[in-house]
């Protein structure tokens, strides 16, 4: 199997992403190390200099000097560290003298690596059920209305009259969840409901797509899937009329 990647490739995806403040930040690094003691990987790996948040963003400079010609082993070590030794957490850009947001350049690395086909293979399936049902654990339309009506049989055995109103056109809140807990944690429905039902509040939850507030698709640079994810859930709450959005993530 071929160890050479399509160079042009590379390019032709960061060519129009480095705009004048990439540009800048990479230019104006001084390699101070203030950013060091804020990143909680290179503490706990012993004060490894290969962890420091500035040596980190090396690979895009060395990407762009390179022209993008590189090979697949080196883009396995770059999906090595934007995805293992660092989780965008942004404390190194809140310590840097100059501002500089190394969370932005690890996430403008993940979605080169995606455009190349490179991320976890979890995101990628998440990615797909997105695009496919609307929720990132492949939830249908069906066994969602099915898990709705089945915890308000079960928490109405509890509390008298308590109904989880779905599609409720004009309330107040409409509700929305991690696509985790109608597949694995459906209690967790059930006494948001109790909350919701006991506070006397008016909300709803939406029957399609836009129930679903998680958005891994963020997590790989993925930004057209992660626009849709949103507007989803804006597009629900336009249709029922609601007042306010609210999100348990």
Request: aromatic share 10%.
């Amino acid at each position: 199997m071929s160890n050479e990647v399509n160079a042009k490739k590379i390019m032709d995806f960061l060519a129009p992403r480095m705009g004048a403040r990439f540009k800048t930040w990479l230019a104006i690094c001084a390699h101070c190390g203030l950013c060091a003691d804020t990143c909680h990987h290179y503490i706990s790996s012993g004060n490894d200099p290969r962890m420091i948040p500035a040596h980190k963003v090396r690979y895009l400079r060395e990407i762009l000097k390179k022209k993008g010609k590189v090979d697949k082993d080196y883009l396995r070590r770059v999906y090595e560290t934007v995805y293992y030794e660092c989780n965008m957490c942004r404390r190194c850009a809140l310590f840097c003298p100059f501002g500089i947001d190394i969370a932005l350049m690890i996430s403008l690395l993940r979605a080169m690596l995606l455009d190349q086909g490179i991320a976890p293979e979890g995101l990628l399936k998440a990615i797909e059920n997105y695009k496919e049902f609307g929720n990132q654990m492949a939830v249908s339309r069906e066994d969602w209305l099915e898990t709705l009506e089945w915890c308000e049989e079960e928490v109405g055995e509890e509390l008298a009259g308590l109904k989880i109103p779905v599609d409720k056109k004009g309330a107040e809140i409409m509700y929305t969840v991690n696509a985790r807990e109608p597949m694995f944690y459906p209690q967790d429905l059930m006494e948001v409901a109790k909350i919701f039902h006991v506070a006397g509040e008016d909300w709803t939850l939406p029957s399609d797509s836009g129930w679903d507030d998680t958005n891994l698709a963020m997590f790989c640079g993925d930004s057209d899937t992660a626009r849709i994810i949103v507007e989803n859930t804006f597009k629900r709450a336009e249709e029922l009329e609601v007042k306010k959005v609210a999100i348990t993530e």
